[in-house]
């Protein structure tokens, strides 16, 4: 896994924030950039998967859960974030 990105954004920079917004009880970053090396949108900022476990989705929709990720987000999205891919759970879901 690549850590520091060229844009300034890193998974432990995404870690961080979801962590201190959202209390997770499991929380996975993932640097999928390499994998879409070569497209156009590679040059406009990294691609990451998030997976997030927290009490925080209690009673929410998808949307509503994905809103609370991407508002943990808001400042690092325009430091080189180009795609997010979010797995967002409450505890006890599979």
Do not use: C
């Not at 979801?18 to 996975?28: A, C, D, G, K, Y």
């Amino acid at each position: 896994m690549i850590d520091k990105a060229p844009h300034g954004v890193s998974a432990s920079d995404i870690e961080a924030a979801v962590r201190e917004s959202l209390t997770p009880l499991l929380l996975e970053v993932q640097d999928d950039s390499h994998l879409h090396a070569g497209h156009a949108g590679a040059r406009e900022g990294r691609h990451f998967t998030v997976r997030v476990v927290s009490g925080r989705f209690n009673g929410l929709s998808r949307v509503a859960r994905h809103r609370l990720v991407y508002d943990a987000l808001q400042n690092l999205i325009p430091r080189g974030i180009h795609a997010l891919a979010i797995e967002a759970r409450a505890p006890g879901e599979n």
